[in-house]
């Protein structure tokens, strides 16, 4: 499985971004698509992350600002950031869980990251 995120840039304080993150290759399954972020010195976390049932899951620093949603047709996942703070400055990183067949364990892949910079 290859990610391929994009939408990551400079925005001001308040302003809005979207990221995007396109999955592509061999798979019989994609079974969660989600995004974490790492800031330099501290451990990566998760952001959000939405299931095959759309099920969905943020993380409490986010809750109310950013939407995750999901193109099955697609194979893509995306997060809407609204309102964003200096503090999401990060970079973010597509994460996806998939299998290989209908008997496969699920794999975690992840995406090369993108920046996100807050600042006026």
């Known amino acids: 499985v290859q990610l391929q995120a994009s939408g990551g840039g400079l925005v001001q304080p308040g302003g809005s971004l979207r990221l995007s993150c396109a999955a592509s290759?061999?798979?019989?399954?994609?079974?969660?698509m989600g995004w974490y972020r790492q800031v330099p010195g501290k451990q990566r976390e998760l952001v959000a992350s939405i299931t095959n049932e759309g099920i969905t899951n943020y993380a409490d620093s986010v809750k109310g600002r950013f939407t995750i949603s999901r193109d099955v047709a697609k194979n893509t996942v995306y997060l809407q950031m609204n309102t964003v703070k200096s503090e999401d400055t990060a970079v973010y990183y597509c994460?996806?869980?998939?299998?290989?067949?209908?008997?496969?364990?699920?794999?975690?892949?992840w995406g090369q990251g993108t920046l996100v910079t807050v600042s006026s």
């Open positions: 290759g061999r798979f019989f399954s994609i079974n969660v």
């Open positions: 994460n996806v869980g998939s299998r290989r067949t209908s008997w496969s364990p699920i794999v975690t892949y």
